[in-house]
């Protein structure tokens, strides 16, 4: 029991300081062949403290995107926020959840390569991006609010929001970041299988197998029997029909042999 409870206690604090969802991945690019591991784990942070990744959304009245990767904000949005969007009113600040912590996913493409930055050194070729959808957006009751984290490769740490565009009346925002944990490190490409296991393909092989044989067993039997027995009925046509015929007398004997504890003769049919 002390051993579960500590098992338990480690997966806990694991979790706590990894994050509330994965905040590691690895991306693959099928056509080169490539793969890069990306760890967001230094931009979260536990509860409490401040959300170092945010953005002042220019020409507003002091309207902020605060983000906590992985995480929930400490902005005053509503619990499942890792995008939150603090709007400023006269009266007081209103807050949106902008991006749901568990709708968080890791994506890539290859347009995100930044051009200054094509010098051939890979790891600048391989950014990563965050989507996020929220809420029901209200600036448009029709939308929920999307937003997009793409974090390029610098030597930022943790990195900043350089560039803000929103669309679909301000439902839909995407942020360009630059970060040293938007460098991707290299690792072996290995490609997805099909979902398909190695046992699952032995079966599939061996009862396909298995159909053609028994295809076969019976197809040649019945051309046997036409042309040496001469048979002209359906059961003439069954090769070894008297032994097919047998098989579930012995299956029933079988069974009364084995519910009678294997003892020979001591069982009368039923």
């Known amino acids: 029991m002390r051993s579960i409870l500590l098992a338990l206690a480690i997966v806990a604090c694991i ?5 509330e969802v994965n905040c590691s991945t690895t991306i693959k690019d ?15 942070h536990g509860p409490g403290h401040s959300d170092d990744v ?6 507003s009245d002091g309207d902020v995107i605060l983000i906590n990767v992985c995480g929930q904000t400490t902005a005053e949005c509503a619990s499942d926020t890792s995008v939150c ?10 807050f949106y959840q902008m991006g749901k912590t568990s709708s968080q996913n890791f994506t890539h493409e290859e347009h995100w390569e930044k051009p200054e930055q094509a010098n051939g050194d890979d790891r600048y070729s391989h950014g990563l991006v965050v989507t996020y959808t929220g809420q029901s957006c209200p600036f448009d009751g029709s939308r929920t609010f999307k937003a997009t984290l793409e974090i390029f490769c610098s030597n930022s740490d943790p990195g900043f929001i350089y560039e803000y565009t929103a669309t679909n009346s ?3 925002v995407v942020m360009k970041m630059d970060s040293v944990y938007g460098c991707g490190k290299s690792v072996p490409y290995v490609k997805d299988d099909d979902g398909t296991s190695g046992g ?10 298995l159909l053609v044989g028994v295809i076969l067993y019976f197809g040649i039997g019945a051309f046997y029997q036409w042309k040496v027995n001469h048979a002209s009925t359906f059961s003439e046509f069954i090769i070894h029909k008297d032994f097919w015929v047998s098989i579930p007398f012995l299956v029933r004997d079988g069974v009364l042999f084995i519910s009678h504890g294997f003892k020979k003769g001591d069982y009368v049919s039923v």
């Open 200 to 209: 699952e393909v032995f079966a599939t092989v061996v009862l396909v197998l």
């Open 30 to 44: 099928d056509e080169k062949k490539q793969a890069f591991y990306f760890d967001l784990n230094p931009l979260y």
């Open 170 to 172: 301000g439902c839909d």
């Open 54 to 59: 945010f953005y002042r959304v220019p020409d």
């Open 85 to 94: 969007f603090q709007k400023s009113t006269p009266q007081d600040y209103v």
């Open 15 to 19: 979790y706590v300081v990894a994050g």
